[in-house]
């Protein structure tokens, strides 16, 4: 694995020293328009997780991305499994990065806004209880919450059986939050490309074969083929991270 070494950009125009964070920042702009985002770590060999955790596969280079998209986002959207399996906690960033956010006028902190159809999740959980803003639950008309999940976050309800990914979204961009980071799971993925929602895809390929045995980062229902096109190519010694925007 890469550890802490530093960032070069491979493409375009290569560099030979390591980027620094407002270079780094340059290279995932914020878009003028409303936009989705993924963020995913995979294998060489297409696995999603190591040892049943996505942690497995990453790397300090890795991690660094992931906490510069977090800065960038006004929602990080996740899947209901993925936040329980990963153990996620409150959406909270450093004093820098606050900074950051402030300076461009943005919210100090993202929203965390959890996809899920049954609402099988638990408001005592670090992902509610510790978050520095309510976080939003998109889900159906007809699930039925737990005891105190309305108090820890807003269920913002939109399809009848399942959930109707596009109107929820729309509704965050009619709030004013356009800049969407999704973070999975690889279902939300397959879920959110069936849907045509996906414009952007950033994918960290760690230097490792897992074998068989994991899934891929994207799971679900069938959907036609989406041309993207790459952007840059960065690398930490053998890791690289990529950036895909859709066609």
């Known amino acids: 694995m890469s550890g802490n070494v530093g960032i ?33 770590v995979t294998s060489v060999d297409g696995a999603v997780e190591l040892d049943g955790h996505s942690a497995g596969l990453s790397s300090g280079p890795d991690k660094r991305v992931f906490g510069l998209l977090r800065m960038l986002c006004d929602v990080l959207l996740v899947g209901a499994g993925t936040l329980r399996h990963e153990g996620y906690r409150g959406l909270r960033l450093d004093e820098r990065r606050r900074a950051w956010r402030r300076e461009h006028g943005l919210a100090e902190y993202p929203t965390l806004v959890v996809v899920s159809r049954t609402l099988r999740l638990d408001p005592e959980s670090a ?10 639950v998109l889900t159906t008309e ?16 939109r399809g009848e059986e399942q959930v ?11 709030r004013g939050q356009h800049q969407l980071l999704c973070e999975g799971g690889p279902h939300l993925f397959g879920s959110l490309t069936a849907a045509g929602l996906v414009d952007e895809v950033c994918l960290t390929v760690a230097p490792m074969l897992t074998g ?36």
């Open 164 to 174: 109707d990914l596009a109107a929820g979204l729309a509704e965050l961009h009619r």
């Open 8 to 40: 070069t950009r491979l493409r375009p125009a290569p560099t030979t020293t390591p980027l620094d964070e407002p270079a780094l920042v340059a290279l995932y702009p914020r878009a003028d328009r409303p936009h989705l985002r993924m963020n995913f």
């Open 127 to 136: 992902a509610f209880a510790d978050a520095p803003v309510r976080p939003v």
């Open 142 to 157: 007809r699930a039925e919450a737990p005891a105190g999940l309305a108090d820890a976050a807003e269920l913002l309800r």
């Open 212 to 247: 068989p045995g994991a899934g891929r980062i994207t799971a679900g229902p069938t959907t036609r083929p989406h041309g993207m096109s790459l952007r840059h190519v960065l690398a930490a010694g053998d890791e690289l991270l990529l950036r895909y925007v859709r066609e």
